[in-house]
């Protein structure tokens, strides 16, 4: 780009100018917008704002208000066991379909196709459809009642302690797709000689898979996990579509809770200080990975 | 010869493209048996099938005269080491060698002393501890044949051990490959397709093409008498050079002739009458001219040297004569600038001639 | 076994669209009957019909019709637009890494875990100060921020795995930033670019927050009127015309799956797992 | 010109309401806009002040009247009405005077109130009633003893929706009939917490509790559907606001003969005032500001309001004008009206802050038998003790 | 010697990892300098320093006497080849060839002389239209060389090009590329850590270990006169023997004693005196011991042989020598089987002494 001949070392903030030029995008979302928005949001955490964000500080006042809301704790373990279950769930049965998938079988494209596409289709699509299925006058209580089972009991949506199980399964059924292609193709990254040396060594399948070849994915369920976990903390349209949080408050998330305390509830404030929890968490769920994944390692 | 493992008729296809077809190979116990190839002619793939890897589409494999086609890899008294190595990378050495014992559910004190035995054969003792990635190249390829030695075998099956390492490397464990073989007498089928590797280490070379074996020798054979000009060409480095002409008669012997210049033919044991106008093909290892030395030849062979490549101990000359180009080893201390002009004289006892058009050997 | 099983998995996972397209092809009474598994006894299509041309929300009875066009005009600029800026950046991340980009990206993927509700007042405010909040290029602005994370961390990792010495040799060549970008990288990178397409396609169209909260009426996307048509019950719930509804809805989508979803795979083994 | 106009009704019975209004303005000679957002006041809300915070305000918006709007007015992103409210004289035609008392803000008027919803309604099902084969109950304390006789009927005695402000809804009704207004002032007026928690509160959380154990078995979300429970008849009644009478009206159902209504449940005849408003975001096109003007006066004028409110099953915000089709529950509802029995509704008392807490709590409540009433008494306190 | 490329003082480091340290080498015009070096020795490192591709710590470079350390690639008048050919995919051959120019908007007419050229002398006429996808690991080196050949520059770089071919094929292409330098007479650099590569192409030849350059020289100095073990170990295959032990006085002249036995040093030429006492490490290459022939110490070097590698034109041996082993080569002809016992004898005007502590050659 420059054509002439420099005797000298060229001023640093020249070099590499394009490539600069063109991350600008990138630098104004990460610290405008990400940066300086939670910045924003954890200083106003910390004021006792309405409807509109008005710089009056309270100190903890929010925080202490926060962690003394029965629907806040609800939220947290809600969210506690969405995640673990989901985490562990779409894990495994992510895994268990990529490594079916991954049996050189006939129709892959097909049941590829069929695992994935409800990845397609949003949250608020997902929660209707199995707000549906699951309702116990018309969906799957109501057909095994009619079949003869006339005790039969499955209304996950209308029975507080299992409510959570009931989005659970919705959210599963949205995302393992994913998962599983993630993992497949993790799956197909496996040196085929692993494969053969286990056979040799005669070592059973299902262990050659236990401690051998889930051990090698590690990379792959890392970036596996970190998606999963940011759909987690953000889980919101699926319950707002399937239960409304319902009943009562027991389906509830801290996303839906900071969204009705900023919005519904008009406190700002104390929507500011849930976002802050929640961001504290991911932050420390998140940063020491991101160190590891992309600030220590230099490319090769 | 007892056998050791024994192949008949053995065919393997994948979907329409057959790769191996009807192929019999009989390997004799403590035999080191190198399959020599390009790449894609099928050495894996029948490695592959001896392991127990692949299930061949015809035919039977016997190891140790049990016909083993149907066993499963473990049952087969075979270890198999590959190219990648293959180790298990979360685990360490130790963990990489007791593995498949433990899962054989053998007693702890016996996993013990026989990975001990192994770690003390390969001298990996100090890295018991360490995982592959905290391993060299050669290390790990030792780990690995250390994995196929603890399970005990008759039969070790090598995939192109050496491949993946430096050059240095590769002639160490070269040398140690050779010596387990022969302080531990087991059969040993080495796939390979780098020919110093065959010569230096096989008992028996069999060398394939397309999924074929076209010559089954010993190294001395396959290098000297080549069956025909596939294997003579492959095997050498420069290649053989090959000299396209007829047979003529003079003076009541057959003589060779290409592009007009003569080569007497006294000394080579040609398995046929050599009869007059026959289209032949003659073929001369590079060491095995003479450059300006007393010969056969020497009196009306003139070349120009076109190309000088001194490779320290000799010195390779591409050398311009009678139409062709000619590659010649030299000694390394023998030099000879572009442009020189040269006498040559051939060994024939040493040359091969094939048939222009089978390309078998005559 | 093998295929029984992963025909028990299909069954679980086509359950749902079975019983959408089974239902929105019944008449009402024939929903009150009960089951929704069974198979309609007389197909129509009104329900159909009514999605897309009549169904009402307040006074605006036309049905799924007006957000169709309106999701395309979001969806194809924004996805456009934001893996265009994404892949330089991603670009720029593999290739031309300049000091502190690691910095700047690394908030950028914890940015990703980052709820949208917590996000939604400081892109007001932003949106506000430069004065295009409620139009359209608002709207895909905030589409390409938040797309931004995982789509620079896909093409990130897609350049990072092309050979290195092919931008080597293009510098060598004399070719600049963009024009490697264009003629060199470009061409190369057709699978990740039906990843992020897909990605994007289905992000942005079943967006229904961004669309409500950043735009006016007449630009509100296809989930707006979805949402407006399951939700304002009149009367009784309209199961079929909701699941029609839905269905239509989710179609682009989902053709846009069945179509490409074999290059998913693929770009998705080639971007996102490698590291 | 066109005006754009933002509101959350969409059911069938509001969404014809609206028409009216639409109607009345496009006669101006305007064009109404509508953008109607489903699915409530809690997802409606949030759009509309992000609109008007991010500077795309809307021409008129629907909020409810009371403390919603304040900080949007106090922070001067809304117009100022009092011009157009002293030309037409709305101090006195405005009634009763509370509503308009909501709409002004240091002395200036920022909105339009449009309508009178009174949340204190027992809505009840005779068909249902006849099946169980009781009769159709005066009261509360009637209907609570009915409840077992209709249970076994298979009916479900009291319909309420999942939505949280359903549940605190209701209890506020519950408050009303049982505790009586002076107490209900304490509480939500006054704040006093000494009375919230005292023995007459008790007694509205007995009931609730009651209404909780009635209640089981509705699983529907929306108020209608829950109203429509009631009008096919598998729910005995239903404590809703007076906008239920709309989807009775669109079922073809007549008052008296296929549902009885009681307001203040029958125990204490009262009218709450709340209602829905609209504001008027500050524009700068100056043709739209006009027409702003034009809209806020169409909206209150007789017809409209009469139009608008007949639909909506709701009272005109008018004592002046003559809605001689009022059905039979409308028309107690004016008599009360006339009577002066009212009183404010909570979210013209409360934050909606503290309306959201409350909500909280009582959608918990009525979603989990396990809590007691006292237990939730001692939360309510500690909600009021911390309102402003 | 004119100076074609010249690098002062040349420093580059990764964060706290020192690659390169004050290196200085200068190319001559028209010469062609092969750095070789194991793996993660600094070549490529260097190679893209001097390309522009990587941005020195410190030091400055000039190519043809202009300082170019912070110029663009493309304005060093360099071209580059890679080890991966680093050919565009999307491109045809033709595209491939011309990229470069058409950046640079030369006009079309000129463009196509030059492809038209360039593919002449790599005879890759007919492949123009094809992909890169369509063409053979050597055709592709080929384009790959073809590509820095159209831009007309004054010094190629090569970065081990022939590493991903096949021993046949590199043979091949190291001539092409030998006989393309003879023709054109660029400057090259190139960069290998094959040997044979090094030795045969080389005008001078730098050997690198950790970024530093250990001797810098023509092949034949490096090969029979390396300046240290480092260098006197790298170079050779199988690698040159080293005998530790101490010069001791017999007969008022010094020997060298390695395990008890004695090796006259007649014949090597010390660059110093040779104390008694000291002790050195006798280093000589396969090829100079003579095995069962006469010549100095034969009457007393008792060996055995104790493994065999013929590799076709040559026969390695490994022999028990005196306590240590011993790699000798002989001709293909000779063969011995292990457990033989041989008479050596060494020549030592072809052997080195280093000093044990230094490892310097004396
Ligand atoms: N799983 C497979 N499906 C289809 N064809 C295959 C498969 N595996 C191998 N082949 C084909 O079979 C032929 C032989 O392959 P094989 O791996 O045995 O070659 P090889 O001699 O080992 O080559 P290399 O030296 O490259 O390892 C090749 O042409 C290859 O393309
Ligand atoms: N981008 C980088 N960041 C950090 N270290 C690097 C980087 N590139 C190279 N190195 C290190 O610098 C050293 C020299 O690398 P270089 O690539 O020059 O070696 P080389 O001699 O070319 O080796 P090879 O023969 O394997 O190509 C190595 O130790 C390597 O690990
Ligand atoms: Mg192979
Ligand atoms: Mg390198």
Redesign the interface.
């Known amino acids: ?3 002439q ?6 001023s640093k903030l020249l ?2 100018l ?3 030029i ?2 600008i ?3 104004l ?10 910045v ?2 954890v200083i106003y955490s910390f004021t006792n704002s ?4 008005r710089a009056k500080f309270v100190g903890f006042d929010q925080y202490e ?1 926060l962690w003394s ?3 806040w704790i609800v939220s947290i373990e809600n969210l506690a066991i969405y995640g673990i279950f989901t985490l562990i769930f779409s894990l495994v049965v992510g895994f268990l ?1 990529a490594a ?2 991954d ?1 050189k ?1 006939r129709f892959e ?1 097909t ?16 929660g ?3 707000q ?2 699951l ?5 799957v209580q ?2 095994v009642r ?1 079949l003869g089972w006339t005790s039969f009991t499955f ?1 996950p949506l ?1 029975n ?1 302690d299992i409510v959570i199980y009931g989005v659970l399964i919705a959210g599963l ?1 949205q995302g393992t ?1 994913l998962v599983m ?2 993992l ?3 799956l ?2 496996i ?1 085929e ?2 494969w ?9 399948m299902w ?1 050659t898979y236990l ?2 070849v889930i ?2 994915m ?3 369920f890392i ?1 596996t996990l970190v ?1 999963i ?2 759909g987690i ?2 889980v ?2 699926l319950v707002v579509a399937q ?8 389906s509830e998330v ?2 839906k809770y ?11 404030g ?2 500011f200080a849930a ?1 802050t929890m ?2 504290l968490t ?2 420390i769920i ?2 020491p990975w ?2 590891l ?3 220590g ?3 090769g | 010869m007892q056998k050791s493992v024994s192949i008949k008729d053995l065919s393997l296809s994948f979907g329409a493209v057959n790769v191996l077809e009807n192929l019999n190979l009989d390997i004799g116990e403590g035999e080191f048996l190198v399959l020599l190839g390009s790449s894609g002619c099928g050495k894996s793939t029948l490695l ?1 099938c001896i ?3 692949l299930e061949p589409t015809g035919g039977q494999i016997f190891i140790k005269n049990k016909n083993v086609t149907w066993e ?4 087969r008294g ?3 080491v ?10 360490t050495v130790e963990k990489n060698l007791s ?2 014992l433990q ?2 559910k053998m007693p702890k004190a016996e996993i013990d002393k026989r990975v001990a035995r192994a770690a003390e054969i390969l001298q990996i003792g100090p890295l018991l501890k360490r995982k592959p990635s905290e391993l060299s190249g050669g290390q790990r390829q030792r780990v690995a044949i250390g ?2 030695l603890v ?1 005990d075998v008759d039969v070790f099956l090598f995939d192109e051990p050496l491949s993946n390492l430096d050059a240095k490397l590769r002639s160490e464990l070269r040398v140690e490959i050779k010596r387990l073989h022969q302080s531990l007498k087991n059969t040993m089928v080495y796939v390979t397709h780098d020919q110093i590797e065959a010569l230096t280490l096989a008992d028996r070379i069999a060398i394939m093409k397309s999924g074929v074996i076209q010559q089954l020798a010993d190294p001395n054979t396959i290098y000297n008498a080549p069956k025909n000009m596939f294997v003579a060409g492959f095997i050498g480095s420069p290649s053989m050079n090959f000299l396209r002409g007829e047979i003529v008669e003079k003076g009541g012997k057959p003589i060779f002739v290409a592009n007009g210049v003569d080569f007497a033919l006294d000394g080579y044991a040609a398995g046929e009458p050599l009869q007059a106008g026959r289209k032949v093909v003659l073929g001369v290892r590079p060491e095995h001219v003479k450059v300006n030395e007393d010969g056969p030849g020497a009196d009306h062979h003139q070349a120009t040297v076109d190309i000088e490549e001194p490779m320290g101990a000799d010195n390779l000359l591409w050398l311009k004569h009678a139409g062709h180009t000619m590659s010649v080893r030299v000694a390394g201390a023998r030099r000879f600038k572009p442009g020189t002009a040269v006498k040559l004289s051939f060994d024939m006892g040493l040359a091969s001639l094939f048939d222009a058009g089978t390309e078998e050997r005559i | 076994m ?2 029984g ?2 025909a028990v ?2 069954l ?6 079975y ?2 397209v089974v ?1 929105s092809l019944k008449g009402m009474p024939e ?1 009150r009957l ?4 069974s198979p309609p006894l007389e197909v129509t299509f009104e329900p159909w019909a009514k999605a897309w041309a009549t169904a009402c929300t307040g006074l605006n009875c036309d049905g799924l019709s007006r957000g169709f066009w309106n999701s395309v005009r979001i969806t194809v600029p924004s996805t456009l637009i934001s893996i265009l ?1 994404a892949s ?2 991603g ?4 290739n ?3 000091k502190g ?23 007001v405010i ?1 949106l506000r100060e430069l004065g295009i909040y409620g139009t359209l290029t608002g709207l895909i602005i905030v589409h ?2 938040f797309g ?1 994370p ?1 789509l ?1 961390l896909l093409f990130r990792n897609y350049f ?1 795995s092309l050979p ?1 010495e092919l931008f080597k040799a293009a510098r060598i060549d004399g070719a ?3 024009q490697i970008y264009f003629r060199i990288m470009l061409p190369m990178s057709l699978p990740i670019f039906v990843v992020a397409m ?1 990605l994007q396609i ?1 992000g942005i ?5 961004f669309g409500v909260v950043f735009t006016r009426p007449e630009y509100y996307p296809m ?1 707006v009127q ?2 407006n048509i ?1 939700n304002s019950v009149q009367g009784v719930k309209e ?1 079929n015309v ?2 029609a509804a ?1 269905l239509l ?2 179609a682009v ?2 053709i ?3 179509v490409s ?2 290059l ?2 693929r770009g ?2 080639a971007g ?4 | 010109t066109d005006l754009e106009v933002t509101h959350w009704w969409t059911s069938g019975g509001e969404a014809a309401a609206v028409a009216e209004l639409a109607k009345a303005f496009d006669a101006t000679g305007n064009k109404w806009v509508d953008g109607a957002i489903a699915g409530s ?2 997802t409606a ?2 759009i509309m ?2 609109r008007i ?1 991010g500077g795309d305000p809307m021409a008129a918006t629907q909020f409810n009247h009371g403390r ?1 709007a ?3 007015v106090e ?1 001067g992103l809304m117009r100022d009405l009092t011009d157009v409210a002293t030309k037409e004289n709305w101090k006195e035609i405005i009634k009763p005077a509370s509503l308009l008392d909501s709409c002004t803000i240091d002395g200036k008027i920022y909105c339009a109130p449009v309508n009178i919803h009174s949340w204190q309604w027992l809505w009840l099902s005779n068909a249902a009633f006849e099946k169980a084969g009781v009769a159709v109950p005066k009261n509360w304390d009637e209907f609570v003893a009915a409840s077992p006789a209709l249970e076994k009927a298979g009916i479900v005695p009291l319909a309420v929706g ?3 402000w359903q549940a605190a809804g209701a209890f506020d009704v519950l408050m009303v009939a049982i505790a009586g207004k002076d107490n209900f002032y304490k509480v939500f007026k006054d704040k006093d917490e000494e009375v919230a928690a005292g023995a007459d509160i008790a007694k509205v959380f007995k009931a609730a509790d009651d209404a909780r154990r009635m209640s089981k078995g509705t ?1 529907v ?1 929306d108020w209608n559907q829950a109203t429509n429970m009631v009008i096919t008849g598998k729910a005995g009644g239903q404590i809703m606001g007076d906008w239920a009478q709309g989807e009775f009206a669109l079922a073809g159902q007549v008052a008296g003969k296929d549902y009885t209504c009681l307001p203040g449940l029958g125990v204490n005849e009262i009218i709450s005032t709340g209602g829905d408003a609209f504001y008027f975001p500050l524009l700068k096109d100056e043709e739209k500001s006009k027409a702003q003007e034009v809209l806020a006066s169409t909206l209150l004028a007789p017809a409209t309001q009469v139009a608008f409110n007949l639909k909506k099953g709701s009272l005109p915000v008018r004592g002046d004008v003559d809605l001689a089709a009022a059905n039979d529950c409308m028309k107690k509802g004016l008599d009360i009206l006339a009577k002066g029995n009212v009183i404010e509704g909570t979210d013209q008392l409360l ?3 503290s ?3 409350k909500e ?1 709590l009582f ?6 038998a396990s809590m007691t009433p006292e237990d939730a008494q001692k ?1 309510f306190v500690d909600i009021i003790a ?1 309102a402003e």
């Open positions: 780009m420059t054509g001949a420099h005797t000298g070392r060229p070099r590499n394009s490539s600069k063109a991350s995008p990138m630098m979302t990460a610290v405008v917008i990400f940066l300086g928005g939670t924003w949001t309405k409807l509109l964000p208000r809301a029965p629907r379909l079916l998938m049996q079988i494209n049941f590829r196709t069929i695992f994935l596409y409800p990845f397609a289709l949003s949250f608020i699509v997902t209707l459809v199995w549906w299925i309702n116990p006058e018309f969906g109501s057909v009619s209304d209308y507080s059924w797709g292609c993630l497949l193709a993790g197909r990254g040196d000689d692993i053969k040396a286990a056979r040799v060594d005669g070592i059973p262990k401690f051998i051990p090698m590690r990379p792959v970036t998606i976990a940011s903390v953000k919101y349209d239960t409304s949080g319902g009943p009562g408050i027991s801290p996303a900071v969204y009705d305390y900023m919005f519904q509830a008009q406190n700002l104390q929507g976002s929640m961001l991911v932050a998140i940063i991101a160190y994944e992309f600030g390692r230099k490319r | 592959n392991a127990g890897l499963e890899p473990k049952d075979i270890g198999m590959f190219q990648s190595y293959a180790l298990y990378p979360q685990m593995f498949g899962v054989a994995r196929a399970r | 093998l295929y099983t992963l998995a299909a679980y996972y086509l359950l749902p669209l019983v959408m239902t929903i009960g089951n929704i598994f800026v330089v950046n670009y720029a991340l593999a031309w890494k300049f980009a690691d910095l700047f990206f690394t908030i950028l993927i914890v940015g990703a875990f980052i709820p949208y509700q917590v996000m939604i007042y400081p892109i932003v390409t921020i931004m995982i620079t990072s290195e600049g930033f963009w897909i289905t169209w079943n967006d229904f927050l989930t979805l949402n399951v199961y909701n699941m839905t809805t989710g989508p989902l846009v799956y069945f979803g074999r998913f795979v998705i083994a996102a797992v490698k590291g | 006041g809690g809300r949030p002040v992000s915070t919603q304040e900080e949007l922070a999942g939505q949280p699983n979300q934050s909606a802050d309306q959201k807490q909280d959608s918990e409540f009525f979603a989990n939360r911390s």
